[in-house]
């Protein structure tokens, strides 16, 4: 429930896609920036295998579940705020630019919007969650009819599952209430001025 509450609200989703492509392309241009002629190319093709474990292990803790050392960081890894991953991927990729090449480039770009897309998660408004995730809490379905879909005619802009469409309707509902509060409380901070 908590990632349908994500791709509702937030950049999660996108961050954890572009995450994925950039330790795949971590790997493959840490391995193909080590075979350059250049020193500094090797160290950094070498940081860049030691990032793309780090980008691995925070968005894809699949791939670290046979590692006996890395399970318990798989674990913390889903606790992490958005704001740290996005301060963490951001500065990740600071050295890999000292390696002027097109995957130590591509690289460090899709590190550093992995972050970007983190702290725009970061950026989004903590109660339009909270609210959500309570409305979510409040309405999960008693019946079977409900959970799987009814069979009478589908209206206009819903789905015919009745908790997607509950789902959908009170986050349009909690969405709403919390844009309104802020207007509100924006209208009489400005009013006291």
């Known amino acids: 429930m908590a990632g349908m509450i994500e791709s509702l609200c937030g950049w999660r989703l996108a961050a954890r896609i572009c995450g994925v492509f950039a330790t795949l392309v971590l790997m493959i241009g840490g391995i193909l920036t080590i075979i350059s002629l250049s020193a500094i190319c090797w160290v950094v093709g070498i940081y860049m295998l030691c990032c793309s474990f780090v980008v691995g292990v925070l968005e894809v803790p699949v791939i670290c579940q046979c590692i006996d050392f890395a399970k318990p960081w798989t674990t913390r890894a889903e606790k992490v705020p958005?704001?740290?991953?996005?301060?963490?991927?951001?500065?990740?990729?600071?050295?890999?630019?000292?390696?002027?090449?097109?995957?130590?480039?591509?690289?460090?770009?899709?590190?550093?919007?992995?972050?970007?897309?983190?702290?725009?998660?970061?950026?989004?408004?903590?109660?339009?969650?909270?609210?959500?995730?309570?409305?979510?809490?409040?309405?999960?379905?008693?019946?079977?009819?409900?959970?799987?879909?009814?069979?009478?005619?589908?209206?206009?802009?819903?789905?015919?599952?009745?908790?997607?469409?509950?789902?959908?309707?009170?986050?349009?509902?909690?969405?709403?209430?919390?844009?309104?509060?802020?207007?509100?409380?924006?209208?009489?901070?400005?009013?006291?001025?």
């Not at 983190?118 to 999960?140: C, H, K, S, T």
Request: proline fraction near 2%; hydrophobic fraction near 45%; aromatic fraction near 10%.
């Open 82 to 193: 958005s704001g740290y991953r996005a301060l963490a991927y951001m500065l990740l990729c600071v050295f890999m630019f000292f390696c002027l090449g097109v995957s130590s480039i591509l690289a460090g770009l899709l590190t550093f919007g992995t972050g970007f897309l983190y702290f725009m998660d970061w950026l989004g408004p903590p109660r339009v969650r909270n609210a959500v995730q309570m409305q979510l809490q409040e309405g999960i379905a008693d019946d079977e009819e409900s959970l799987i879909g009814s069979t009478e005619e589908v209206k206009e802009g819903q789905t015919g599952v009745g908790w997607m469409d509950t789902v959908t309707e009170q986050a349009g509902k909690a969405v709403a209430r919390a844009a309104v509060s802020e207007m509100q409380s924006q209208w009489t901070g400005q009013s006291t001025k």
